[in-house]
Nanobody, 122 residues
């Protein structure tokens, strides 16, 4: 059974940091690209960051560049999202996902976690 389990969300003040983790099981982790997405109330799901399984290249949404860092530890079947200098507009449910290609398009991903809430207070 394929499983992706996120953790690390919470409530933080603006300017603070959080590190999200996503532990995978039930498939060959390093055969897949990984992505982080988020969805705020009343808004569409948006791509935050992705990392390629072939060359390790990364992509970021313009809104998080310079503040967020994605990384993957294939030995631990875990993908991380380090989030620094958080802003209230970062408040959302954050999801990890895996797919064949490291894109920022949610419907191109095959498997999803259940999400973790991130709330940034001003």
């Amino acid at each position: 059974e394929v499983q992706l389990v996120e953790s690390g969300g919470g409530l933080v003040q603006a300017g603070g940091s959080l590190r999200l983790s996503c532990v995978a099981s039930g498939f060959t982790f390093d055969d897949y690209a990984k992505g982080w997405f988020r969805q705020a109330p009343g808004k569409e799901r948006e791509g935050v960051s992705s990392i390629s399984h072939s060359d390790g290249s990364t992509h970021y949404a313009d809104s998080v560049k310079g503040r967020f860092t994605i990384s993957s530890d294939d030995a631990k079947n875990t993908v991380y999202l380090q989030m620094n200098n958080l802003k209230p507009e970062d408040t959302a449910i954050y999801y990890c996902a895996v797919g064949e290609v490291a894109t920022m398009v949610w419907y191109e991903y095959d498997y999803w976690g259940q999400g973790t809430q991130v709330t940034v207070s001003s």
